[in-house]
């Protein structure tokens, strides 16, 4: 059914129209306010953002042109790398260089550390190391120490200022190669670089911090933010909002030239919207009003038309499952009360109409098993009988007592074929009975082997229901074979389940019958050939449905093989079972 067309779907879509063009509207207002605010403070806070990236940039450019001046033109730089390192020549030229970094440094460097780095001698010159604690410093020279001697030409640190990481102190390294095997460099701390929050007014709540070009954040507030992580900066974004504990931050952020850093200011949502509080409280009410009224009057609806047609629907799925005994209880509603009546009425006639078709269905199930078990009777008969005569006509008489033996065990077994189920212990005897009068009948050419697993020889079975395809084999299974023809016969129990397969080394089935017995067509002709394989087939079907399950192919070698799938325990075997107990 289209749920389309049902009350409920068109009663939902008509809330809907009325309910969502109104919360929308009000929804968008209150969104185009918030985000031209949000717009212009970020706009605000994006130029001062700039403004201070290009007064770092500034101060760096100040920086990188004193280390190439002095890789230039400053005579100590250029003969440090031509010294023996244990002459008194070398220590005074490395002090000279010390003092006039120091000099430089304490009055007119905006950077923590220059140093100068003898590539030769492996011998690191570094100013006073602006540091926290003794431990923090000796990490930040070990650290500085380290990109010196794997740094060589050509690498970043000598082409703009590189964003590093010491422990856990980030700074910005940029070394400059005098070209006569001495390096000049210089280390600043990010923290040392940080905006002053006052001076760029982010709020009380906002923070600055320096991130990669990639967006990771290096240093900043965002840890004391509350913010879930470190979060990722999107420089391609006007602006960008993130979620903290306490507020939503608005996020800018701007490139800092020759760096491959960038500054990040974070302002707190909240004070930056606090003009529109109460214009904001007041619209996010009316949406709140809007569906609570609209919610009210949808549960009228409910309990008015969409509750009753739901019990009458659910009452149609019941009956649908087949459970006949549901009926509608009463309705405040006039119409629905008659409707349900109705109903009930209904459901009372169908289920007197069922029971009368389902005995009648019974009946002529039970007459067409019948019909098929009386038509597998007599198909053994007039083999049978050929066999005595030849027998009788040369006076075998020892092997017409082995034959007639076999034929009254095989003919009292067929007696039972009235009964709905044999043990399939009992269908095993006769099958043996009915090979030895083949091995009578055919000395030295048949063989075969039974074997019946443990718990398996009460299980119950339709009566020659195996017969037919072993009848088979051994019609059509051994001609012009030189050896022996073969028949191997297993049952056994596999979970909950019966299995019996049947096997032989014959010439196994053509391929287009294999193809039509596989596929089930072959079962649905009506010629009278193959009758007992098709009764066989037709009889599992009738009596355990999908339950049962006929599987046919041919063997690697030769032969042919076939397997039947009984449940072990169906209603129709417990009530024999028990019948046969009592």
Same mark, same amino acid.
């Not at 950077?111 to 926290?132: C, E, K, L």
């Not at 050929?386 to 065990?409: S, T």
């Given at each position: 059914?289209?749920?389309?067309?049902?009350?409920?779907?068109?009663?939902?879509?008509?809330?809907?129209?009325?309910?969502?063009?109104?919360?929308?509207?009000?929804?968008?207002?209150?969104?185009?306010?918030?985000?031209?605010?949000?717009?212009?403070?970020?706009?605000?806070?994006?130029?001062?953002?700039?403004?201070?990236?290009?007064?770092?940039?500034?101060?760096?450019?100040?920086?990188?042109?004193?280390?190439?001046?002095?890789?230039?033109?400053?005579?100590?730089?250029?003969?440090?790398?031509?010294?023996? !390192?244990?002459?008194?020549?070398?220590? %005074?030229?490395?002090?000279?260089?010390?003092?006039?970094?120091?000099?430089?440094?304490?009055?007119?460097?905006?950077?923590?550390?220059?140093?100068?780095?003898?590539?030769?001698?492996?011998?690191?010159?570094?100013?006073?190391?602006?540091?926290?604690?003794?431990?923090?410093?000796?990490?930040?020279?070990?650290?500085?120490?380290?990109?010196?001697?794997?740094?060589?030409?050509?690498?970043?640190?000598?082409?703009?200022?590189?964003?590093?990481?010491?422990?856990?102190?980030?700074?910005?390294?940029?070394?400059?190669?005098?070209?006569?095997?001495?390096?000049?460099?210089?280390?600043?701390?990010?923290?040392?670089?940080?905006?002053?929050?006052?001076?760029?007014?982010?709020?009380?709540?906002?923070?600055?911090?320096?991130?990669?070009?990639?967006?990771?954040?290096?240093?900043?507030?965002?840890?004391?933010?509350?913010?879930?992580?470190?979060?990722?900066?999107?420089?391609?974004?006007?602006?960008?909002?993130?979620?903290?504990?306490?507020?939503?931050?608005?996020?800018?952020?701007?490139?800092?030239?020759?760096?491959?850093?960038?500054?990040?200011?974070?302002?707190?949502?909240?004070?930056?919207?606090?003009?529109?509080?109460?214009?904001?409280?007041?619209?996010?009410?009316?949406?709140?009003?809007?569906?609570?009224? %609209?919610?009210?009057?949808?549960?009228?609806?409910?309990?008015?038309?969409? $509750?009753?047609?739901?019990?009458?629907?659910?009452?149609? $799925?019941? +009956?649908?499952?087949?459970?006949?005994?549901?009926?509608?209880?009463?309705?405040?509603?006039?119409?629905?009360?008659?409707?349900?009546?109705?109903?009930?009425?209904?459901?009372?006639?169908?289920?007197?109409?069922?029971?009368?078709?389902?005995?009648?269905?019974?009946?002529?199930?039970?007459?067409?098993?019948?019909?098929?078990? +009386?038509?597998?009777?007599?198909?053994?008969?007039?083999?049978?009988?050929?066999?005595?005569?030849?027998?009788?006509?040369?006076?075998?008489?020892?092997?017409?007592?082995?034959?007639?033996?076999?034929?009254?065990?095989?003919?009292?077994?067929?007696?039972?074929?009235?009964?709905?189920?044999?043990?399939?212990?009992?269908?095993?005897?006769?099958?043996?009975?009915?090979? $030895?009068?083949?091995?009578?009948?055919?000395?030295?050419?048949?063989?075969?082997?039974?074997?019946?697993?443990?718990?398996?020889?009460?299980?119950?079975?339709?009566?020659?229901?195996?017969?037919?395809?072993?009848?088979?084999?051994?019609?059509? !299974?051994?001609?012009?074979?030189?050896?022996?023809?073969?028949?191997?016969?297993?049952?056994?129990?596999?979970?909950?389940?019966?299995?019996?397969?049947?096997?032989?080394?014959?010439?196994?089935?053509?391929?287009?019958?294999?193809?039509?017995?596989?596929?089930?067509?072959?079962?649905?002709?009506?010629?009278?050939?193959?009758?007992?394989?098709?009764?066989?087939?037709?009889?599992?079907? +009738?009596?355990?449905?999908?339950?049962?399950?006929?599987? %046919?192919?041919?063997?690697?070698?030769?032969?042919?093989?076939?397997?039947?799938?009984?449940?072990?325990?169906?209603?129709?075997?417990?009530?024999?079972?028990?019948?046969?107990?009592?």
């Amino acid at each position: 059914m289209n749920p389309k067309r049902s009350l409920r779907y068109k009663l939902i879509v008509g809330f809907v129209t009325i309910a969502l063009p109104l919360v929308c509207l009000l929804l968008y207002s209150n969104y185009m306010a918030s985000n031209s605010v949000r717009e212009q403070a970020a706009e605000s806070n994006r130029s001062m953002i700039a403004l201070y990236s290009n007064q770092i940039q500034s101060a760096l450019a100040v920086e990188t042109n004193y280390l190439y001046d002095l890789a230039s033109y400053d005579a100590d730089i250029l003969s440090l790398g031509r010294l023996d !390192g244990e002459s008194s020549e070398y220590t %005074l030229t490395r002090v000279r260089i010390l003092n006039s970094l120091s000099r430089y440094n304490r009055f007119d460097s905006s950077v923590d550390t220059p140093f100068a780095y003898s590539v030769a001698h492996r011998d690191f010159i570094p100013t006073q190391i602006r540091s926290g604690s003794y431990d923090e410093m000796l990490r930040i020279r070990e650290c500085l120490e380290g990109r010196l001697e794997e740094a060589r030409p050509g690498s970043p640190y000598f082409t703009q200022w590189k964003a590093i990481s010491c422990g856990d102190t980030y700074g910005l390294l940029r070394i400059v190669d005098s070209g006569s095997g001495v390096y000049l460099g210089a280390w600043v701390r990010l923290d040392h670089l940080m905006v002053p929050l006052e001076l760029i007014q982010l709020g009380r709540e906002g923070f600055a911090a320096f991130a990669s070009l990639e967006g990771e954040l290096l240093h900043g507030g965002a840890a004391a933010s509350g913010l879930s992580g470190w979060p990722v900066i999107d420089s391609a974004a006007n602006y960008q909002r993130l979620k903290g504990e306490d507020d939503t931050y608005v996020v800018v952020s701007h490139p800092v030239a020759s760096t491959d850093v960038k500054l990040a200011a974070f302002i707190p949502e909240q004070g930056m919207l606090q003009n529109l509080s109460r214009f904001r409280e007041f619209i996010s009410w009316i949406p709140v009003f809007v569906v609570v009224l %609209l919610s009210l009057y949808l549960l009228y609806l409910n309990h008015i038309i969409i $509750r009753p047609m739901n019990e009458l629907l659910k009452g149609m $799925r019941t +009956l649908k499952r087949g459970d006949w005994a549901f009926r509608l209880a009463g309705s405040p509603s006039r119409e629905f009360h008659s409707v349900n009546e109705s109903f009930n009425d209904m459901v009372q006639q169908i289920q007197t109409l069922q029971i009368h078709v389902y005995e009648e269905q019974i009946r002529t199930h039970k007459a067409e098993l019948k019909h098929l078990q +009386l038509q597998i009777n007599p198909h053994f008969l007039l083999n049978s009988i050929n066999v005595v005569y030849n027998l009788a006509q040369i006076k075998n008489y020892g092997v017409i007592q082995a034959m007639c033996l076999n034929l009254v065990k095989y003919f009292r077994f067929a007696t039972k074929t009235g009964q709905p189920f044999v043990a399939l212990a009992e269908e095993m005897e006769h099958m043996d009975s009915y090979l $030895r009068i083949q091995q009578l009948r055919f000395p030295g050419r048949i063989t075969y082997r039974i074997e019946v697993g443990d718990n398996a020889g009460d299980i119950p079975i339709p009566p020659l229901i195996v017969q037919p395809f072993i009848e088979n084999a051994v019609k059509h !299974g051994f001609d012009f074979m030189d050896e022996p023809f073969h028949i191997d016969i297993q049952a056994r129990i596999d979970r909950e389940s019966c299995l019996i397969r049947i096997a032989d080394n014959g010439s196994g089935f053509p391929e287009e019958v294999l193809e039509e017995l596989q596929s089930g067509s072959y079962f649905e002709r009506n010629d009278d050939q193959h009758l007992g394989m098709r009764n066989s087939y037709h009889r599992l079907h +009738l009596l355990y449905g999908i339950g049962a399950r006929l599987s %046919l192919g041919n063997g690697q070698d030769s032969g042919a093989w076939v397997e039947l799938e009984i449940p072990a325990e169906s209603k129709e075997q417990s009530d024999w079972l028990i019948s046969r107990s009592g």
